[in-house]
């Protein structure tokens, strides 16, 4: 089920402006050719969202993580129900990734074991002891700005970004490298955690996943280009 729901451009231009700013880079710098987090052990394994449209809550919070451990060294498995519940959203019915991270600015979010995942929303039991990791501050990157974007995966680290979730070809993919000309809004939140070129395909993206796995055998998805 997919959550990304993007706020109006009026909206979207004012939490801009209250919020940070665009992420800058040097479009000549030099970058790897291929970049995997998971090999520096900054991603958590991938779990299930079930049929609540929480995949907003699964990528921010997988961000957190990361960034949490190339600060402190320490893999911390996050709440993303935490986010579901208390974050400025739609619950179950979707949500855009600024409000959580203003939310995890203010308050800070909770491990997975103090707040566990059960997939529709409830009341918020948020509290201030439970809370082990914050937002400090993001960036934007440009959208459609893919150069952009792979600098921020080489240099920063793993970037929460949306897709297009709803072709059926999406939703049944099983390996190999993904491409779809067709793409449409994107509708669903995803983690980027590296980058590289395949011989037969080209360049593509290792994005991190939220689908049940009823629906895809590896929820690890290569995509290409756009």
Not at 118 to 141: H, L, M, P, T, Y
Not at 142 to 153: I, S, T, W
Request: charged share 20%; proline share 4%; glycine share 10%.
């Amino acid at each position: 089920m997919n959550g990304l729901r993007l706020p109006n451009q009026t909206n979207l231009r004012g939490r801009r402006q209250a919020f940070n700013a665009f992420y800058r880079y040097n479009p000549r710098e030099r970058l790897p050719n291929q970049v995997d987090w998971r090999r520096q052990g900054a991603v958590t394994p991938v779990r299930n969202q079930g049929q609540c449209g929480s995949c907003y809550a699964f990528a921010t919070a997988a961000a957190l993580e990361a960034y949490h451990k190339q600060k402190t060294g320490r893999l911390l498995d996050l709440s993303p129900q935490n986010i579901v519940d208390c974050a400025q959203n739609y619950g179950c019915n979707g949500g855009f990734m600024v409000p959580v991270f203003q939310y995890a600015a203010r308050s800070g979010i909770a491990m997975e074991s103090r707040y566990p995942y059960v997939g529709v929303k409830q009341r918020c039991r948020w509290r201030q002891s439970i809370a082990v990791a914050r937002d400090n501050g993001f960036r934007e990157i440009q959208p459609g700005d893919e150069l952009g974007l792979k600098h921020a995966v080489a240099k920063r680290g793993p970037v929460v970004a949306g897709i297009s979730g709803s072709r059926r070809s999406f939703r049944f993919y099983k390996d190999g490298v993904y491409s779809e000309e067709n793409c449409g809004q994107p509708d669903h939140a995803v983690l980027v955690v590296g980058y590289g070129t395949d011989r037969s395909y080209g360049d593509y993206w290792i994005v991190k996943n939220r689908f049940a796995s009823t629906h895809l055998l590896n929820c690890y998805r290569w995509l290409n280009f756009i």
